[in-house]
């Protein structure tokens, strides 16, 4: 199974920038993943999704904010957040998309302070 590896996360002020990565352990690049994100006694809850093609969709919330990556030779996926808000404090998770097919690693904590 493959593993996936998030890094990144960060303390950062409210307005600044964040790139989160995400590392698999395997070939990805045949398939759709995502950017997940779980706030304190909230759900888990899709940020970004790419596909294989490349094509990307976005939460409302997240669009023109955040931009969705992978370089398929690096079986690596970015998430480059900008104008960061309090509202985006939460642990940022990767997975497959839709369905999350690997187990769910530890994350990286995105704090962003006002």
């Known amino acids: 199974q493959v593993q996936l590896v998030e890094s990144g996360g960060g303390l950062v002020q409210a307005g600044g920038s964040l790139r989160l990565s995400c590392a698999a352990s395997?070939?990805?690049?045949?398939?759709?993943m995502g950017w997940y994100r779980q706030a304190p006694g909230q759900q888990r809850v899709m940020v970004a999704s790419?596909?294989?093609?490349?094509?990307?969709h976005y939460a409302d919330t997240m669009k023109g904010r955040f931009t969705i990556s992978r370089d398929s030779a690096k079986n690596t996926v970015y998430l480059q957040m900008n104008n960061l808000k309090p509202e985006d404090t939460a642990v940022y998770y990767c997975?497959?998309?839709?369905?999350?097919?690997?187990?769910w690693g530890q994350g990286t904590q995105v704090t962003v302070s006002s």
């Open positions: 997975n497959f998309w839709p369905t999350a097919l690997a187990s």
């Open positions: 395997g070939s990805i690049f045949r398939f759709n």
């Open positions: 790419i596909m294989a093609d490349g094509n990307t």
